[in-house]
Structure formats: structure tokens, C-alpha cells
């Protein structure tokens, strides 16, 4: 019996714990394919290190990690899907067969608001580290960090005002520093628990929250 096809398109962090399980669950019964455009991968969430000169997220080779797990790596991106014929075509015009397909591909950040700094990972460093410095040599008496509404992961909003906090306090300044957030209670969405946390943590570095 020939192996199930399964295409993968995406290597972000869904698309390859969901190759690494699926070589795990179904061993060789799938034959995988991952359709990637990035070589290389990175956990996003460490990328609000970088603004503070903390370590930088670790780099990850997509292909070691496909060799590993025995699955075919195509340096390419999904361009259309054909649910009639059970085929992708890829950017670069290759069509692929698959018996199951998995569209892993993330989504597509964008500034929510005109004229301010936006974080959208570590793009986004240089400007976070310039803003940064505004506050450290005075420059910036002040500093809103924003949630903007709709979809959004606000986690690093919080991390992001954290840490300036404590860089100001570690220089013996004050700059008032608040969170700006739609939701009903900061990282509400953690649970009561995890909020009432982040809450005290944010309270002890005199910290704003404004819901
Ligand atoms: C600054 C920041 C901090 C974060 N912190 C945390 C945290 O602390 N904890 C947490 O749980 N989450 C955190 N997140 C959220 C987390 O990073 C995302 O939920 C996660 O990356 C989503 O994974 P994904 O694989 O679905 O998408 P992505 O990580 O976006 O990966 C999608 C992949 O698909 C590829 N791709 C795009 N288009 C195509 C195409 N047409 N064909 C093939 N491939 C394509 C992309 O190149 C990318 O490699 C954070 C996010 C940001 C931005």
C-alpha cells in the first residue's frame, strides 16, 4: 500500500510540530512534504529580546528539521489550491498531488495605527531598540505601549512594557509608562489567574493599564 500524501504548507511553528507529531502518530503510512519559503526558523515569541540586547532566539534550520523527520522540503510557497484534483500549485508554477493538506501559513501582521512604532517581531527590533534609547537618555518622559483592537496577540505588549520599565528603574528613571488595551482586563484572555498576575507585576513597576 503506498504511503498517505500529506502536504504541509507553511514551516512556521504549527506547520512543523504538526510534521514532527504526524511522523510520530502515523510513521511511515504518510509520506510528508513541506512546503516552505523560509530556510530557517525562529520562536517569535523570544524576538522582544532583541531591542534589550538579551540573547536572540535561537535559529533553526527547516531543512535538518525535515531530514530528521523524514519529510521532503520544497523551498517554495503555496500559490492555489485545487480541491477538485487533490493538487497545489506553488509559487514557481510546480503542481503537487496530496491526499491531505495542511495550510499552515500563519498571518499577515499589520500596523494598526499610523505615525507610531509598531512590533511585529524582530523586523521590528531596530525601531523598539530606538524608541528604547529615547527613554534611556531622556529623550522621552513618556511611553503609551497600545493593543490595538481586532485580532492581535497582545502578550508581547506587556513583555515589551516590562522590560522598559525595568531598564528605566535599573538607570534611576521614571519615565510614566501605561498600557493602552481593549480588553476587559490585561491578558484577560490567560484567565483570572494569570491576569490578577501580570496585573500585580505591571502595578509593581508603576505601570498604567488603561482597559
Ligand atoms: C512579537 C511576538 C511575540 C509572540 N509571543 C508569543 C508567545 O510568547 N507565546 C505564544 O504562544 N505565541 C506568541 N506569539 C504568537 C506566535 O508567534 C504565533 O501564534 C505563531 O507564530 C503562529 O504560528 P504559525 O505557524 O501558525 O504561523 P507563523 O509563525 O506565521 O508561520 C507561518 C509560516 O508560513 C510561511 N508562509 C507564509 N505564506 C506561505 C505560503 N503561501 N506558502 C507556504 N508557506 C507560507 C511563513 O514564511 C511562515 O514560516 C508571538 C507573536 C509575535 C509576533
Redesign the pocket.
Known amino acids: 500500500m503506498s504511503a498517505h500524501r500529506v502536504v504541509i ?7 512543523l510540530e504538526a510534521l514532527i507529531a504526524l511522523r510520530e502518530l502515523a510513521g511511515d503510512a504518510v509520506s510528508i512534504t513541506l ?4 530556510r530557517e526558523f525562529t520562536i ?2 523570544l ?2 529580546q532583541e531591542p534589550f540586547a538579551k540573547p536572540s532566539a535561537r535559529i533553526y534550520d527547516v531543512g535538518a528539521i525535515c531530514a530528521d523527520h523524514g519529510a521532503e522540503l520544497r523551498h517554495d ?2 500559490e492555489a489550491v485545487h480541491r477538485e484534483t487533490r493538487t497545489i500549485t506553488t509559487m514557481s508554477g510546480e503542481e503537487l498531488v496530496y491526499d491531505s493538506l495542511l495550510v ?4 499577515r ?1 499589520s500596523p494598526a495605527f499610523p505615525h507610531v512604532t509598531t ?3 524582530v523586523q521590528d527590533a531596530e525601531a523598539m531598540h530606538g524608541l528604547l534609547q529615547d527613554v534611556e537618555g531622556g529623550w522621552s518622559s513618556s511611553v503609551a505601549f497600545v493593543v490595538p483592537p481586532g485580532t492581535t ?1 497582545p ?2 505588549i506587556y513583555e515589551l512594557a516590562l522590560m522598559t520599565a525595568e531598564r528605566a528603574e535599573g538607570l534611576g528613571l521614571s519615565p510614566q509608562i501605561t498600557v493602552v488595551t481593549p480588553e476587559h482586563a490585561p491578558l484577560g484572555l490567560f484567565g483570572e489567574e494569570a491576569s490578577r498576575r501580570v496585573d500585580d507585576q505591571l502595578s509593581e513597576r508603576g505601570i498604567i493599564v488603561r482597559t
Do not use: D, E
Open positions: 504548507a507553511g514551516g512556521g511553528v504549527a506547520g512546503l516552505s519559503p523560509s517569535r515569541a524576538s522582544v510557497a503555496l499552515a501559513i500563519g498571518a501582521p512590533f511585529r517581531g496577540w502578550l508581547p
